[in-house]
């Protein structure tokens, strides 16, 4: 195929991909008042599965209400005319995006599967499951450990105990961030993808990863902060722990694919 032919032949796959997204989209306008009810305003619901669950676990542990999360009980205001139509816009499309991901990775994989060789193709199987898993997974974290800890302890923070300072979060606020914490959970969850694809075609090792270990704990708390827009260590470190166990899942994922690769090398050099 000639430049010309794979433009044309990416646009399609754009083009395929935007469809997608504006079909959930759709969906999302559709259902809004259940959308925003049941998921969107649900981290800020007193009877929030986290909320409840956590609190069920606390006292069946017998510790009280140690883990028991003051939900965020706090009136959200729209400032101007268009917040509430521009909040839905932004969950709709984005929540179109985190839906048709599956989809999306699909067609990208497409547009590169062509330029593979056949054991580059075999052992990217799984590829479209895997990735979509983890990214399911870290989106799932955000929404039901990371945003719900973060929207509690921002919500119910208190800079003096004699001075009252009511806290009146904004519509975009709330939807920003909540959307922010989803999204970034659920790429920095594809940490153990990125060190398959790196190992597989020969830019890191598994002793890389091992010798870059404390470099890649700083980068890690970076990435914990950026994504928790609360400043308590409680919720970077609630980020933390997961990325730098996936950070340790994929060394061992590293140290599987470099001794596939060595046992190929010997193959080939037969």
Same mark, same amino acid.
């Given at each position: 195929?000639?430049?010309?032919?794979?433009?044309?032949?990416? =646009?399609?796959?754009?083009?395929?991909?935007?469809?997608?997204?504006?079909? @959930?989209? !759709?969906?999302? *306008?559709?259902?809004? #008042?259940? +959308?925003?009810?049941? %998921?969107?305003?649900?981290?800020?619901?007193?009877?929030?599965? /986290?909320?409840?669950?956590?609190?069920?676990?606390?006292?069946?542990?017998?510790?009280? #209400?140690?883990?028991?999360?003051?939900?965020?009980?706090?009136?959200?205001?729209? @400032?101007?005319?268009?917040?509430?139509?521009? &909040?839905?816009?932004?969950?709709?499309?984005?929540?179109?995006? !985190?839906? $048709?991901?599956?989809?999306?990775?699909?067609?990208?994989?497409?547009?590169?599967?062509?330029?593979? &060789?056949?054991?580059?193709?075999?052992?990217?199987?799984?590829?479209?499951?895997?990735?979509?898993?983890?990214?399911?997974?870290? $989106?799932?974290?955000?929404?039901?450990?990371?945003?719900?800890?973060?929207?509690?302890?921002?919500?119910?923070?208190?800079?003096?105990?004699? +001075?009252?300072?009511?806290?009146?979060?904004?519509?975009? #606020?709330? +939807?920003?961030?909540?959307?922010? %914490?989803?999204?970034?959970?659920?790429? $920095? *969850?594809?940490?153990?993808?990125?060190?398959?694809?790196? /190992? =597989?075609?020969?830019?890191?090792?598994?002793?890389?990863?091992?010798?870059? =270990?404390?470099?890649?704990? +700083?980068? %890690?708390?970076?990435?914990?902060?950026?994504?928790?827009?609360?400043?308590?260590? @409680?919720?970077?470190?609630?980020?933390?722990?997961?990325?730098?166990?996936?950070?340790?899942?994929?060394?061992?994922?590293?140290?599987?694919?470099?001794?596939?690769?060595?046992?190929?090398?010997?193959?080939?050099?037969?």
């Amino acid at each position: 195929m000639s430049f010309i032919d794979h433009l044309e032949e990416l =646009r399609w796959h754009i083009v395929r991909s935007v469809l997608a997204i504006l079909v @959930m989209a !759709i969906l999302i *306008f559709v259902f809004q #008042d259940w +959308v925003f009810n049941n %998921i969107i305003f649900g981290p800020m619901n007193k009877n929030f599965v /986290t909320y409840t669950k956590l609190c069920d676990f606390s006292h069946w542990a017998h510790l009280g #209400d140690a883990l028991c999360m003051p939900p965020p009980n706090v009136p959200l205001s729209a @400032m101007t005319f268009g917040t509430q139509f521009m &909040s839905l816009i932004t969950v709709a499309f984005i929540g179109g995006f !985190i839906a $048709a991901f599956p989809y999306i990775f699909w067609e990208v994989w497409k547009f590169i599967k062509p330029a593979l &060789s056949p054991k580059e193709k075999k052992s990217a199987r799984g590829a479209i499951f895997w990735v979509s898993l983890f990214f399911f997974t870290g $989106a799932a974290f955000g929404y039901f450990v990371l945003a719900p800890f973060t929207f509690s302890f921002l919500a119910n923070f208190r800079l003096s105990s004699e +001075v009252v300072i009511e806290t009146k979060p904004t519509l975009s #606020d709330y +939807v920003e961030n909540l959307t922010n %914490i989803i999204l970034g959970a659920g790429i $920095a *969850f594809q940490l153990p993808i990125v060190s398959f694809v790196l /190992t =597989r075609i020969g830019l890191i090792t598994p002793k890389f990863l091992r010798t870059y =270990r404390k470099y890649a704990l +700083v980068v %890690i708390l970076v990435i914990a902060a950026i994504i928790t827009p609360s400043p308590d260590w @409680m919720s970077q470190m609630i980020v933390f722990v997961p990325l730098f166990l996936l950070y340790e899942l994929g060394i061992l994922i590293s140290m599987r694919v470099h001794k596939a690769n060595l046992r190929r090398e010997k193959e080939d050099w037969g």
